[in-house]
């Protein structure tokens, strides 16, 4: 038995070491049946998990297919009050209910005018923080909070300048999800479905932090803007989509696109835009007008083919997988990623050809 078990070891590295792609791999078509999101009752997928398709699809295959769940680490760090989401998810609150407030005074926001009234805001949801998750010194809780005012700052200065000409209308928007705000018109529990070339569709949900309206109210114009309050890193103007690992700007537009036409007859959305209002970033923002995105289902229809097919590889750039919850569970990263590019020139490996146009190897992929 032992050695029948070293043979198929053996023949495990051998097939990982060539350039064929096979189940040693992660080719798992019986995975491909239960995982296609185009069939009916399949799987409803949100931006987030699709982008970890696109990253790596090993790793999605692991998360969302095995659904296995790495042990949570509990380290207590003398140095950090928040974490980086919950960092995010304060400053999400702050941010969605100071537009709620001007939005009921028909304002646009200023500087001058409404710094007070922010800080305000602000400094009840670090109250409320503290209240949740005592810091583990006043010293790094006063380093933290002074952080999160100046990305206060920021965002005001910058939403003052940015506001000219548009107005923030819909927050927190949830769809094919329970809502986690007061509701709004344009949200709703049942997924948006997105129709392929082709005719399939896939069903989709998110949570969309605004939509702004453009112009005069009744302009029928729209914009979809999504706070980030960590790194730009890896979000590129020139490069939208980087080769399936960004998706969520495509998904969120025409998710916005189908709920608000429920209640604004004609309505089109003209942008997405990733805002950036830290103190590392400094408002800086990165957006992409509706004709560039559009470009997208094609990035969707690869992503959702590699799922029907059972296709789930390693990624092919070992930075995809730097920060990965799974980082200890893919063996010799640089070794796997090599294996990998090697596999996606082989053109008789049919099965990873939507994985190769997403990459670069296919022609689609170099008109994009």
Not at 45 to 64: H, M, N, Q, V, W
Request: charged letters at 30%.
């Amino acid at each position: 038995r032992a050695l029948s078990r070293l043979g198929r070891g053996m023949d495990a590295r051998r097939a990982r070491e060539s350039d064929l792609f096979t189940v040693f791999d992660g080719y798992v078509p019986e995975a491909g049946a239960d995982s296609d999101p185009t069939k009916p009752g399949g799987p409803v997928l949100s931006a987030s998990r699709l982008e970890i398709l696109g990253r790596c699809p090993l790793e999605y295959f692991f998360a969302y297919v095995l659904d296995i769940k790495p042990p949570e680490e509990y380290l207590l760090d003398p140095s950090r009050w928040l974490e980086p989401t919950e960092k995010g998810s304060l400053l999400h609150s702050v941010f969605q209910a100071f537009h709620i407030r001007l939005r009921e005074n028909d304002r646009s926001p200023s500087c001058e005018e409404d710094w007070d009234t922010l800080q305000d805001i602000l400094e009840a949801e670090i109250g409320s923080w503290v209240h949740r998750k005592p810091p583990p010194s006043p010293e790094v809780f006063e380093r933290e909070a002074d952080d999160l005012r100046r990305c206060a700052r920021i965002f005001l200065q910058e939403e003052e300048k940015h506001c000219r000409g548009r107005r923030p209308l819909y927050f927190e928007v949830a769809i094919g999800m329970q809502s986690g705000s007061q509701g709004n018109p344009v949200e709703s529990p049942q997924p948006v479905a997105i129709e392929l070339p082709g005719g399939k569709t896939v069903r989709t949900r998110g949570y969309i932090d605004r939509i702004d309206e453009l112009g005069e109210p009744g302009s029928l114009r729209f914009a979809v803007c999504d706070y980030k309050t960590g790194s730009s890193y890896g979000y590129k103007l020139e490069d939208p989509f980087r080769q399936g690992r960004r998706i969520q700007n495509f998904i969120y537009m025409m998710q916005a696109q189908s709920r608000l036409a429920c209640c604004h007859h004609g309505a089109s959305v003209d942008s997405f835009q990733y805002f950036f209002p830290s103190t590392r970033e400094h408002g800086e923002r990165i957006e992409w007008g509706s004709g560039t995105l559009a470009e997208g289902i094609s990035i969707l229809e690869d992503l959702c083919e590699m799922l029907a097919r059972g296709c789930f590889p390693f990624t092919d750039e070992p930075q995809d997988v730097n920060i990965s919850d799974f980082r200890d569970y893919f063996g010799d990263i640089d070794a796997n990623a090599d294996a990998v590019r090697r596999k996606l020139g082989n053109s008789r490996n049919e099965v990873l050809a939507p994985f190769r146009e997403l990459r670069g190897y296919g022609e689609r992929s170099h008109e994009r």
